[in-house]
């Protein structure tokens, strides 16, 4: 069984016990938080699709907290002109475990 949801602007393709990272939520450490969105829904021979979304479908998550992702540089350098620049970035993002999905 398996489901998937929209969080924020992406989609990720979840079943009950996995652990994902996704953009920063807001939600406290150890909360369980719903998610609407939900987009197809398959199991077994019972495949379920939105259009766009499912309404009798819910997933249910864990927080299990907050990390940070990998660094990504963005460099910019024009020749002969003495101009670099060099810019880091880190995104925010929430660990959750799928703890449910009722159809």
Do not use: W
């Not at 540089?73 to 009722?102: E, M, N, P, W, Y």
């Amino acid at each position: 069984m398996y489901a998937v949801i929209q969080v924020g602007n992406f989609q990720y393709k979840v079943s009950q016990g996995d652990v994902i990272k996704v953009p920063r939520l807001v939600a406290e450490e150890g909360k369980t938080i719903p998610f609407e969105k939900v987009l197809l829904y398959s199991n077994g021979n019972d495949v379920r699709v939105g259009q766009p979304l499912l309404k009798d479908v819910k997933v249910s998550a864990k927080v299990l907290g907050d990390a940070r992702g990998k660094k990504t540089l963005a460099f910019k350098f024009r020749r002969r002109k003495d101009s670099r620049s060099k810019v880091g970035h880190r995104q925010d993002l929430t660990v959750l475990s799928i703890a449910q999905i009722s159809a």
